[in-house]
Protein backbone atom coordinates (compact mmCIF):
# COMPACT_ATOMS: atom_id res chain seq x y z
CA UNK A 1 0.00 0.00 0.00
CA UNK A 2 1.62 3.45 -1.17
CA UNK A 3 1.89 5.45 1.62
CA UNK A 4 3.49 9.16 2.95
CA UNK A 5 4.74 10.49 5.90
CA UNK A 6 5.19 13.80 6.71
CA UNK A 7 7.47 15.04 10.06
CA UNK A 8 9.62 17.63 11.12
CA UNK A 9 6.72 20.59 11.17
CA UNK A 10 6.59 22.51 14.37
CA UNK A 11 6.91 25.90 15.86
CA UNK A 12 9.34 28.14 14.96
CA UNK A 13 10.18 31.69 15.15
CA UNK A 14 10.22 34.34 12.23
CA UNK A 15 13.67 34.16 11.10
CA UNK A 16 13.77 30.63 12.09
CA UNK A 17 14.51 27.11 10.01
CA UNK A 18 12.72 23.67 9.59
CA UNK A 19 12.88 20.42 8.00
CA UNK A 20 10.32 18.76 6.64
CA UNK A 21 10.69 14.90 5.78
CA UNK A 22 8.38 12.57 3.75
CA UNK A 23 8.70 9.24 4.21
CA UNK A 24 7.66 6.55 1.43
CA UNK A 25 6.43 3.18 1.27
CA UNK A 26 5.09 0.69 -0.67
CA UNK A 27 6.37 1.97 -3.24
CA UNK A 28 10.02 2.77 -4.99
CA UNK A 29 10.03 6.42 -4.68
CA UNK A 30 13.05 6.38 -7.50
CA UNK A 31 10.18 6.61 -10.60
CA UNK A 32 8.06 9.45 -9.18
CA UNK A 33 8.14 13.24 -8.75
CA UNK A 34 7.57 14.05 -5.82
CA UNK A 35 6.32 17.60 -4.25
CA UNK A 36 5.39 19.71 -1.56
CA UNK A 37 2.04 21.86 -1.21
CA UNK A 38 0.70 23.65 1.45
CA UNK A 39 -2.41 24.54 3.08
CA UNK A 40 -3.19 27.72 5.27
CA UNK A 41 -6.44 27.92 7.19
CA UNK A 42 -9.44 29.16 4.95
CA UNK A 43 -6.96 28.94 2.22
CA UNK A 44 -6.31 26.49 -1.05
CA UNK A 45 -4.13 24.67 -0.72
CA UNK A 46 -1.37 25.73 -3.18
CA UNK A 47 2.13 24.52 -4.64
CA UNK A 48 5.19 24.85 -2.60
CA UNK A 49 8.32 23.06 -4.47
CA UNK A 50 8.83 19.88 -6.69
CA UNK A 51 11.90 17.50 -7.65
CA UNK A 52 11.80 15.04 -10.60
CA UNK A 53 12.85 11.55 -10.26
CA UNK A 54 16.75 12.58 -11.48
CA UNK A 55 16.55 15.38 -9.36
CA UNK A 56 17.12 17.34 -13.04
CA UNK A 57 14.53 19.62 -12.74
CA UNK A 58 13.33 21.25 -9.42
CA UNK A 59 10.52 23.58 -9.50
CA UNK A 60 9.68 26.28 -6.88
CA UNK A 61 6.83 28.82 -6.12
CA UNK A 62 7.77 32.55 -6.16
CA UNK A 63 6.62 33.01 -2.84
CA UNK A 64 9.49 30.46 -1.42
CA UNK A 65 12.29 30.89 -3.76
CA UNK A 66 15.78 31.95 -2.60
CA UNK A 67 14.34 30.59 1.20
CA UNK A 68 13.32 26.31 0.56
CA UNK A 69 15.30 23.64 -0.87
CA UNK A 70 13.88 20.57 -1.66
CA UNK A 71 15.82 17.34 -2.10
CA UNK A 72 15.64 13.88 -1.89
CA UNK A 73 17.41 10.51 -1.02
CA UNK A 74 16.03 7.20 -2.96
CA UNK A 75 18.28 5.03 -0.50
CA UNK A 76 16.35 6.13 2.28
CA UNK A 77 13.12 6.89 0.15
CA UNK A 78 12.70 10.25 1.76
CA UNK A 79 12.36 13.97 0.08
CA UNK A 80 13.39 16.64 2.61
CA UNK A 81 11.98 20.71 2.30
CA UNK A 82 14.69 22.65 3.72
CA UNK A 83 13.31 25.64 5.25
CA UNK A 84 14.81 28.60 5.90
CA UNK A 85 14.13 32.27 7.15
CA UNK A 86 10.51 31.49 8.10
CA UNK A 87 8.02 33.86 7.69
CA UNK A 88 4.57 34.05 9.86
CA UNK A 89 2.75 33.89 5.55
CA UNK A 90 4.19 30.06 6.02
CA UNK A 91 1.97 28.92 8.41
CA UNK A 92 -0.04 26.01 7.43
CA UNK A 93 0.12 22.10 7.12
CA UNK A 94 2.43 20.82 4.78
CA UNK A 95 1.77 18.09 2.95
CA UNK A 96 3.65 15.83 0.34
CA UNK A 97 2.64 14.69 -2.85
CA UNK A 98 3.79 11.67 -5.83
CA UNK A 99 3.14 11.80 -9.59
CA UNK A 100 3.25 15.48 -9.14
CA UNK A 101 4.69 17.73 -13.01
CA UNK A 102 7.01 19.34 -11.88
CA UNK A 103 6.40 22.12 -13.96
CA UNK A 104 3.82 23.69 -13.49
CA UNK A 105 3.53 21.87 -10.06
CA UNK A 106 0.46 20.12 -10.64
CA UNK A 107 -0.36 17.55 -7.88
CA UNK A 108 -0.90 13.66 -8.38
CA UNK A 109 -3.03 11.48 -7.02
CA UNK A 110 -1.31 10.30 -3.80
CA UNK A 111 -1.02 12.35 -0.56
CA UNK A 112 0.90 12.32 3.12
CA UNK A 113 -1.33 13.59 5.90
CA UNK A 114 0.49 16.34 6.23
CA UNK A 115 2.60 17.85 9.07
CA UNK A 116 1.89 21.40 10.46
CA UNK A 117 4.47 24.30 10.46
CA UNK A 118 3.84 27.70 12.61
CA UNK A 119 5.36 30.36 12.52
CA UNK A 120 4.85 32.98 15.22
CA UNK A 121 7.10 34.78 17.84
Known amino acids: QLQLVESGGGLVQPGGSLRLSCAAS????????IGWFRQAPGKEREFVAA????????HYADAVKGRFTISRDNAKATVYLQMNNLKPEDTATYYC??????????????WGQGTQVTVSS
Open 26 to 33: GFTLDYYA
Open 51 to 58: ISRSVMNI
Open 97 to 110: NTGIIVVPGSPGPN
